[in-house]
């Protein structure tokens, strides 16, 4: 009679244990990594409020802009997350070959809003596009949880899994973006940024018109300068605690907590990699030895190797860096579950039509997919769903 009641006492006392934080619940969205020292926490705390403010033309937004806040855009459901704004890129082939971004002509991010101020001297509502443009393209608001892990992958794991040559004759090459100055890009859809820390410094300027320590001057009008008296505002519009708070927000947003599988979904993860889906959505990546501990050594399940594969010339838009037109960067799927319109320029109202519009290097595993059986089809998007 008194063994229940001992056991009843032994599991209250264990989960006391466990509600005294011997193991901390996993974070939910939106929250900061875990492991993060009191410090770390502090800026994460600050570099949200950042990243949420509303910017106003007193305050320097523009006074050419896509959003006021990082967070009009990045919102769903909540900063971090995606957004419904789909920007405009533009870009020019050289005849000899080469990638022009078009930089000096206010390229390659169009800004779809301007300030009353510029709006009464220059009669404009926009950023007029470079009449060189070659091509222009779409590019929808992607969500960026877990995106400081993704940073803290070392160049060379990226770089192991380059297969440019398509050696291994799988009909998949996945080659590396490279910046300006040579270095290994990641971020963007074209994987031209190096680090996080640029994109979300450049972010600033090229989506709010904020410049920061880093990036001190402001964007042209389609390549001319500023007309005076319009952005009364000194630079830089934000300092560097804030510019630096952003980014840690940014560095710091844990990736979307796993959901559980149940039997179909597991059976749709082996699907996932049997159909050859992995060989670009590579399941999981490490970090190597990072400032902060909480991005130390870390598995990140992404499903991206970050590199570059033709998706097909019915895809194809614009270039930037080494990336051809046709090129994009394996999207990352952890976070799938809250994209509502899928490729980067948002084409497919779902993950079944996004795996359709697979050409390129892509189609082999897309005709893979097109041949399951109904059964295995809904097992691999029941998979699909809790990403
Ligand atoms: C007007 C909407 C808008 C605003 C405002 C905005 N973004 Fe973005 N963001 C985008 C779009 C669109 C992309 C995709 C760009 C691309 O595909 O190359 C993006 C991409 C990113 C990425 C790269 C994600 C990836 O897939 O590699 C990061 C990081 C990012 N934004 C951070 C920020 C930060 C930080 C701010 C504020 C300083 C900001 N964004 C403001 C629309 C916005
Ligand atoms: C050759 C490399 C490659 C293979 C193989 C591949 N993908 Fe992709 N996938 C990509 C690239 C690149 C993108 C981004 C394309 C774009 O934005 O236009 C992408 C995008 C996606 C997206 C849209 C994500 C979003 O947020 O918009 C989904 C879903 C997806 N892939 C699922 C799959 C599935 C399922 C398979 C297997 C049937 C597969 N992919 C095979 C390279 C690949």
Known sequence: MRAPATALILLSALNALGAAGSCPPPPQLGDPLRGLTPDELGRFAKGREVFERRFTPETGLGPLFNGDACGECHENPVGGGTGDEVETHVAMMRSDGVCDPLADRGGPVIQQHVTPALQAALGIDREPEPAEATARAARTTPDVFGFGLLDAVPDKTILALADPEDRNRDGISGRPNRFLDGRLGRFGRKAFVP??????????????????????????????????????????????????????????????????????????????GTIGCTSCHVPALRTG???????????????????????GPERADICLGLARPSEFRTEPLMGLRFVDKFMHDGKAQSVDEAIHLHGGEGAASRRRFERLSPERRAALLRFLKSL
């Open 289 to 311: 030895k990072a400032a902060e501990r909480a991005l130390s050594f870390q598995t990140v399940q992404a499903y991206t190797d970050l590199l570059l594969h033709d998706m």
């Open 195 to 272: 680090t996080l820390r640029e994109f979300n410094q450049g972010a600033l300027v090229v989506e709010m018109g904020i410049t920061n320590p880093a990036v001190p001057t402001e964007e042209s009008i389609g390549g001319k300068s500023i007309p005076h008296g319009v952005d009364p505002v000194a630079e830089p519009e934000i300092d560097e605690q804030e510019m630096n708070a952003v980014d840690d927000f940014v560095r710091f947003l844990a990736p979307p907590p796993e959901l559980p599988l149940d039997h179909e979904g597991e059976r749709g993860r082996l699907i996932f």
